[in-house]
């Protein structure tokens, strides 16, 4: 594509067009990559403007899970010596989220191992919002895997608006990653978060060894699903899981990646999440000028983050986002 035929399917994007598979890898080919991220970085500019949304997690039960995910340190059937511990104290909750609205950070979530929280636990954790939604002003998310309506009837109940589950890749890739659920146990979950009310958050990993093609799918995927926001990752190989020799991708690749996301759902606010430290902080600037508009800030779930939430603010700051907002 050219600059000009660029330029038509933006407009027709601006107009409620959704581009095709076979358009999105043309995209992803063209020869000069900043035409594909002025594309993006317009695109977002027209549908989320420059508000930048953060938010915060804290790993509130780790270890022990017995799903097979073979980029997940949590999992039980490899040998990464995690610390195992049940549903925190919501004391230690409301201190985290205390600390992360002091700093300006908007949401907050309680990110859990497992493939399901039992119904005590899903109580357990009601209580930790119900404290949470009392004592700190923030929205309150959740990531507690897979769950059923009536469980996250009860979490909406106690004051969770945004429930987050990531499809990680594309449907036919998904099965060589992870063969103890499936992606559509993953989109039961949503659709069930949004019947009860809630928004809903799912992204995923890239670098998992999928090709271009792949990581195109999973874009489309996620426009079917239509979620609030779509959190990428990119793969930090951990010493004893399946996924530890994978080759890194390229900063070349890891924007294209995140550009094509943005393309193929432009209403959809994309924020980094975990493995950002991949990409040079020149890097992560350009991110924010090719599709990203949010960030998870912090330390990120089981390893640390690649930056501290004052660096964020004030890389957003300073590439034209406000970071203002209302609770």
Not at 102 to 120: H, I, P, W
Not at 270 to 297: D, E, H, M, P, Y
Not at 307 to 324: C, H, L, W, Y
Request: proline residues 4%.
């Amino acid at each position: 594509m050219n600059r000009k035929e660029i330029t038509i399917i933006e407009n027709k994007i601006k107009k409620g067009y959704n581009i095709s598979s076979s358009e999105a890898l043309e995209l992803a080919n063209i020869e000069d990559r900043e035409l594909l991220y002025n594309l993006a970085n317009n695109l977002r500019i027209h549908f989320n403007g420059n508000t930048f949304e953060s938010c915060s997690i804290i790993n509130a039960k780790s270890g022990r899970c017995p799903e097979d995910c073979k980029w997940c340190s949590q999992s039980a059937f490899y040998k990464t010596k995690i610390d195992s511990y049940p549903l925190i104290p919501a004391k230690s909750a409301v201190e985290m989220a205390t600390h992360n609205t002091n700093k300006g950070v908007e949401r907050f979530s309680l990110v859990a191992s497992g493939k399901r929280l039992s119904d005590t636990d899903t109580l357990k954790a009601a209580e930790i919002y119900e404290k949470l939604r009392k004592d700190v002003d923030i929205k309150l998310c959740a990531s507690l895997g897979l769950m059923t309506k009536s469980q996250l009837q009860t979490l909406f109940n106690s004051g969770v608006t945004r429930y987050h589950c990531n499809i990680e890749s594309a449907p036919s890739h998904f099965s060589e990653l992870c063969t103890t659920h499936t992606i559509n146990d993953k989109i039961a979950t949503l659709k069930a978060a949004k019947e009860v009310g809630m928004q809903t958050c799912s992204g995923g990993i890239i670098g998992m060894g999928e090709s271009l093609e792949q990581r195109i799918e999973f874009a489309m995927v996620l426009r079917d699903i239509a979620p609030d926001s779509i959190p990428i990752n990119i793969l930090s190989p951990i010493p004893n899981t399946p996924l530890e020799d994978t080759p890194p991708l390229t900063e070349k690749e890891i924007l294209t990646a995140i550009a094509i996301i943005k393309v193929v759902n432009p209403t959809i606010s994309l924020r980094f999440a975990g493995g950002r430290g991949a990409l040079s902080f020149t890097g992560q600037q350009k991110a924010l000028n090719c599709g990203i508009s949010g960030a998870i800030v912090g330390d990120l779930l089981t390893t640390a983050g690649a930056t501290n939430i004052e660096t964020d603010m004030n890389m957003a700051k300073n590439n034209g986002f406000n970071i203002e907002f209302s609770k």
